[in-house]
């Protein structure tokens, strides 16, 4: 099931919140052996998601959930599934607490509830409608997207791609390349070790500090907000910059190249070997030493 399917029946599961609260709760504990290489795909609808780590062949289920609701799990081939019966309607709430082999790649989508995870050494794809995103570890590839939610990565190792409608996202420590989107929220990303860096918001503040290749490419976009960089003094890089209601300020020197009608400005730093791009619509710039 896609995102986008599961924000048809969002607004269902949120109505009817409140009387499944009230439920009585039934606790399963359950531990499944798995094979080297098995995937883990958990769906839940309503309630939040913890998954952390270990070092046994093995994944150990422990969820609660109302009376008359069963948690199904089936292991087949390289592939484990989670998954919940819920006579009484999507809306009875299920909470997971999953542990799990530090290498196991994992696969979630939530309608309303958080998810946490963190341990991996494996990629992830993580989805919520209603609901915060919290993921330390991770690699190869990391895909969070969150509708109503904030989005926090730490510690990823590959490639993150983050996307949040109407909360922000905070990416620390990362090594790999970064893909990151909201609409209604600010991007923050520390500590950042990449040679390819995209992150666009609409409304929001935008910041970086990291490292800049040489041969990167990195750019930064927002219409009402400001772009924030701070990089190394060695760091070698060609900049294109645009706005149209805000201003440029940069504590290194630079050589500037040119300067077009509606502040739109091309200038080298050091080498100029990589490619920076700055616009922002209504905001300043600003390039710091660290």
Request: proline content about 3%.
């Given at each position: 099931m896609q995102l986008r399917t599961i924000l048809m029946t969002a607004a269902a599961c949120m109505a009817a919140a409140g009387a499944a609260r009230g439920q009585q709760a039934v606790q399963m504990d359950?531990?499944?052996?798995?094979?080297?290489?098995?995937?883990?795909?958990?769906?839940?609808?309503?309630?939040?998601?913890?998954?952390?780590?270990?070092?046994?062949?093995?994944?150990?289920?422990?969820?609660?959930?109302?009376?008359?609701?069963?948690?199904?799990?089936?292991?087949?081939?390289?592939?484990?599934?989670?998954?919940?019966d819920r006579p009484g309607g999507p809306t009875n709430p299920v909470t997971y607490t999953l542990t799990v082999p530090a290498d196991m790649p994992i696969e979630v989508e939530v309608i309303q509830g958080d998810v946490d995870v963190a341990g991996t050494r494996a990629g992830m794809d993580i989805q919520s409608v209603h609901g915060s995103i919290t993921v330390v570890g991770g690699a190869d590839m990391v895909a969070v997207e969150s509708v109503q939610?904030?989005?926090?990565?730490?510690?990823?190792?590959?490639?993150?791609?983050?996307?949040?409608?109407?909360?922000?996202?905070?990416?620390?420590?990362?090594?790999?390349?970064?893909?990151?989107?909201a609409v209604n929220g600010p991007i923050h990303m520390r500590g950042i070790d990449a040679g390819r860096v995209s992150a666009e918001t609409v409304n929001g503040s935008v910041s970086y500090e990291g490292s800049i290749r040489n041969d990167g490419w990195y750019r930064f976009s927002t219409h009402n907000g400001g772009i924030d960089l701070?990089?190394?003094s060695s760091a070698g890089a060609t900049f294109t910059a645009s706005t149209f209601n805000g201003t440029l300020h940069t504590a290194f020197p630079v050589t500037l190249h040119e300067a077009k009608e509606g502040k739109e400005f091309t200038f080298t730093l050091g080498s100029g070997g990589a490619r920076i791009e700055l616009e922002s619509f209504n905001g300043t710039m600003t390039i710091r030493r660290p």
């Open positions: 359950r531990t499944v052996d798995v094979q080297p290489g098995t995937r883990l795909q958990l769906d839940n609808h309503f309630g939040d998601v913890t998954i952390r780590t270990w070092d046994r062949s093995a994944v150990r289920v422990q969820g609660s959930h109302p009376i008359g609701t069963t948690i199904d799990v089936q292991s087949g081939g390289s592939l484990l599934q989670i998954d919940a939610g904030m989005i926090k990565v730490t510690g990823a190792r590959g490639r993150v791609n983050a996307t949040s409608v109407n909360q922000g996202i905070e990416l620390t420590d990362i090594r790999g390349d970064v893909q990151a989107e701070t990089i190394p």
